[in-house]
């Protein structure tokens, strides 16, 4: 069975510029989950999917921004580029409606470089 | 929200040694996992545990939840277990319930 699927593996952006990232779930999961990691603040949720619905957001400003679709993948969207948004981006599946309630699978996450 | 430490921050090993890492959380939680990030970024979920004993192979965790702690025991390390480790919690408490993540143990693992 495939795993988490991200793509980009690597994106340059420069500030002011927007970025999509990409996420295709483990086949049979339906509750899609995102993470910004970045040295200073460790791993921070973002946001949590469930068959296309929003079910939780992190504290992120508004400029961050994600979407599921009707088969799993999800993508999130980030707008106005800043250089605090450098980061890797990782995506995760798990089996359960809740996030929380069934072990999560990470993808090889997306390197985001802003200059 | 809840608290999440883990400790030691950083460990270094000689290979064939034995570790422990701690993961302290402040509230009850729904469940535990236990992460493992290699030096290339990738996150591999090692453990799936709000309560008990599990193991697989050299690596084994354990979950108190009523006393909010959970151990990672690492036997007979090799330079591969190099990397950082990340227990998360599954926390519902109120209305805001997410996955909160520990800020690691870095551990290194020297031939």
């Known amino acids: 069975k495939a795993g988490v699927t991200q793509t980009p593996r690597y994106l340059i952006k420069t500030r002011g510029q927007q970025v999509t990232l990409s996420c295709s779930p483990i086949s049979g999961h339906r509750s899609v989950s995102w993470y910004q990691q970045t040295p200073g603040q460790g791993l921070q949720f973002l946001f949590e999917y469930f068959s296309e619905t929003q079910r939780n957001k992190g504290n992120f400003p508004g400029r961050f921004s994600g979407r599921q679709f009707s088969n799993s993948r999800s993508e999130m969207n980030v707008s106005t580029l800043e250089l605090g948004d450098s980061a890797l981006y990782l995506c995760?599946?798990?089996?359960?409606?809740?996030?929380?309630?069934?072990?999560?699978?990470f993808g090889n996450g997306t390197r985001l470089t802003v200059t | 929200g809840i608290q999440v430490e883990q400790s030691p921050p950083d460990l270094i090993l000689q290979e064939g040694a034995n570790s422990t890492l701690r993961c302290n959380f402040s509230d009850s939680v729904n469940n535990l996992q236990w992460f493992h990030q290699n030096p290339w970024g990738q996150l591999i979920n090692l453990f799936y545990?709000?309560?008990g004993t599990k193991q697989n192979g050299r690596l084994s965790a354990t979950t108190v939840a009523t006393e909010r702690y959970s151990l990672l025991y690492i036997s007979s390390s090799q330079t591969t277990d190099s990397g950082v480790y990340f227990c998360a919690v599954g926390y519902s408490g109120g209305s805001n319930y997410k996955l909160t993540f520990g800020k690691g143990t870095l551990l290194t693992v020297n031939p």
């Open positions: 995760a599946s798990s089996l359960d409606r809740w996030t929380y309630n069934s072990p999560l699978h």
């Open positions: 545990i709000p309560s």
